[in-house]
């Protein structure tokens, strides 16, 4: 797969709160960042820990791609998060490494 296809896999599942979907997208040493570097996950451990009860909680969820960039093996994608519990729109961008058929890093940067 690409990496526009292995992001895009993510994206589906998340999409559908497939929380094994979703973490067979991710390596098992996966790390995830703010844009300050601060750690919010690694492994799929914790990432199950963090998104599958966001995803019991929230099963209406869907994230919008409102523009995507696509370089080498990095993936930037800005979305929109909406259909959550608290009605709060999120708006966020990602930039994602993807090695093999496998995210490996990804940066949140939230807006």
């Known amino acids: 797969m690409t990496p526009v296809q292995v992001v895009q896999a993510q994206l589906d599942a998340y999409n559908k709160c497939d929380i094994d979907a979703f973490a067979a997208t991710y390596s098992a040493d996966v790390l995830i960042v703010d844009d300050a570097g601060k750690e919010l996950c690694r492994g799929h451990k914790k990432l199950r820990e963090i998104y599958g009860p966001m995803f019991r909680d929230n099963p209406n969820q869907f994230a919008i791609i409102t523009?995507?960039?696509?370089?080498?093996?990095?993936?930037?994608?800005?979305?929109?998060?909406?259909?959550?519990?608290?009605?709060?729109?999120?708006r966020a961008v990602a930039i994602y490494r993807v090695q093999g058929d496998v995210i490996t890093h990804v940066t949140l940067i939230r807006g």
Do not use: F, L, P, T
């Open 67 to 90: 523009n995507r960039i696509a370089a080498g093996s990095h993936v930037i994608d800005q979305e929109e998060v909406v259909g959550r519990a608290d009605n709060v729109r999120r």
